[in-house]
């Protein structure tokens, strides 16, 4: 399959180094140390949209939100009517950009603290959770297509509505790399702080490992969502509160109570991860033509989706419900 992506910092650069041994993969970066690295690892690099998506059947936007939102709009003036799909945290507002193409919005629950092509993997996908971004105009081989690129890459598909999505991924992304800051600066503030981080084991190192990721890439991640992210913050100051009013005025057992209200959702999240990795779930199998509706459907029931088998009239696959 002819697969261009726009965009080969960490996550295109990632997809890159993941599909080159079965597509033809062809890239495109503004960056020149970034051609030049791409280039050395023997992708094809394309010097502007209209040369890259010429000969493309599948265009995999993973740039930026904001120039992403661009390069959509720009698609739709080249008249490109191949599938495209994007990488961003945010969907909603891709959607509108997208308009027009055969969009699936698509949305990789992978990373790192390290950013650029030089630190892409093809390993980085292996096992992560990947919103699907589902909506009823979806068409059915565009969604196959995207399904098919992410269990090559090692991925497990989470169909999703795209503004659900959006609420989300504040919870179970950027609320963290805001928590995590905030805790470093209160770190950072004690008179005890170097002593601090000379004893300090896994829990200091597990929570503050995003804060080593680019400043700019978290702003322009989170910045979107900020609406949203807001009103997360504040009710996480309302149970800091509470926890803070117990530390003054309550007993062990009162913390104790606080702490296990809060490690089930942890629990139940590894145990459904650990089913998906051991193949187990249960068992769909359904018309090929009745995907787009099936994924409706499941995008409402919160599962996560694996080992699919598709073919020109049936698809099958193992299907896990938190």
Same mark, same amino acid.
């Given at each position: 399959m002819n697969i261009s992506i726009v965009g080969l910092g960490l996550i295109g650069g990632s997809i890159a180094q993941g599909l080159k041994s079965k597509h033809q993969i062809t890239g495109f970066d503004p960056d020149k140390n970034t051609q030049a690295a791409a280039s050395k690892a023997s992708i094809n690099m394309a010097n502007d949209l209209s040369t890259l998506v %010429?000969? #493309?059947? /599948?265009? $995999? *936007? #993973?740039a930026p939100t904001k120039q992403s939102e661009e390069t959509l709009k720009e /698609? %739709? %003036? $080249?008249n490109y009517t191949g599938i495209v799909?994007? $990488?961003c945290s945010v969907k909603a507002s891709l959607l509108v950009a997208a308009q027009g193409l055969n969009y699936v919005g698509s949305h990789p629950m992978a990373g790192s603290n390290e950013a650029g092509f030089n630190s892409a993997s093809k390993d980085l996908f292996k096992d992560a959770p990947w919103a $699907?971004? *589902?909506v009823s105009e979806t068409n059915k081989d565009a969604l196959i297509e995207v399904i098919n690129i992410i269990s090559e890459l090692g991925g497990f598909v989470v169909p999703v509505d795209p503004h659900e999505h959006d609420e989300s991924v504040v919870l179970s992304s950027h609320l963290a790399h805001v928590v995590a800051s905030a805790y470093a600066k209160s770190v950072a503030e004690s008179e005890f702080a170097q002593l601090a981080q000379l004893l300090a084991g896994g829990s200091f190192r597990d929570l503050t490992r995003v804060t080593t990721s680019p400043a700019e890439r978290t702003a322009e991640i989170v910045w979107p969502n900020r609406k949203s992210l807001s009103r997360v913050v504040e009710n996480l100051g309302e149970n800091l509160a509470k926890l803070q009013n117990l530390l003054d005025q309550g007993s062990q057992a009162d913390i104790e109570k606080f702490l296990s209200s809060a490690s089930s959702l942890r629990t139940i999240s590894d145990a459904t991860m650990a089913k998906v990795k051991n193949k187990q779930g249960n068992k769909v199998i359904s018309r090929t033509?009745? /995907? *787009?509706s099936d994924f409706l459907k499941y995008s409402k029931s919160r599962v996560i989706a694996s080992d699919f088998q598709i073919t020109s009239n049936e698809v099958s696959y193992l *299907?896990?419900?938190i």
């Open positions: %010429k000969d #493309a059947e /599948l265009v $995999i *936007v #993973a /698609l %739709k %003036k $080249i799909t994007d $990488i $699907i971004s *589902v033509d009745d /995907l *787009v *299907v896990n419900e």
